[in-house]
Nanobody
Framework: EVQLVESGGGLVQAGGSLRLSCAAS????????IGWFRQAPGKEREGVSC????????YYADSVKGRFTISSDNAKNTVYLQLHSLKPEDTAVYYC?????????????????????WGQGTQVTVSS
């Protein structure tokens, strides 16, 4: 059974930092890409970042470049999203999702429909 479990969300002041984790099981981690998405109330789910576990390629949304960093620990089947310089507009439920790395490229990583498996989400709230 495929499982993606997010953790690390919480309440933080603007300018603060958090580290989100996505622990994966039930599939061959090295063959998959893990994406982070977020969804704020009343808004569509948007792609934040993605990493390919097979070759380490990373992708970021323009809104988080330079502030968020994605990394992967293949030995632990875990992907991390380090959030720095948080802003109130970063407030959302953050989800991780998985898809096969084959065929992944910069033009599609941010489409939620490209991913096969999803976690339950973790809430990030940034106060001003």
């Amino acid at each position: 059974e495929v499982q993606l479990v997010e953790s690390g969300g919480g309440l933080v002041q603007a300018g603060g930092s958090l580290r989100l984790s996505c622990a994966a099981s039930g599939f061959t981690f090295d063959d998959y890409a893990i994406g982070w998405f977020r969804q704020a109330p009343g808004k569509e789910r948007e792609g934040v970042s993605c990493i390919s576990s097979s070759d380490g390629s990373t992708y970021y949304a323009d809104s988080v470049k330079g502030r968020f960093t994605i990394s992967s620990d293949n030995a632990k089947n875990t992907v991390y999203l380090q959030l720095h310089s948080l802003k109130p507009e970063d407030t959302a439920v953050y989800y991780c999702a998985a898809r096969m790395s084959v065929g992944l490229y910069g033009g599609i990583w941010y489409f939620a429909s490209e991913y096969d498996y999803w976690g339950q989400g973790t809430q990030v709230t940034v106060s001003s």
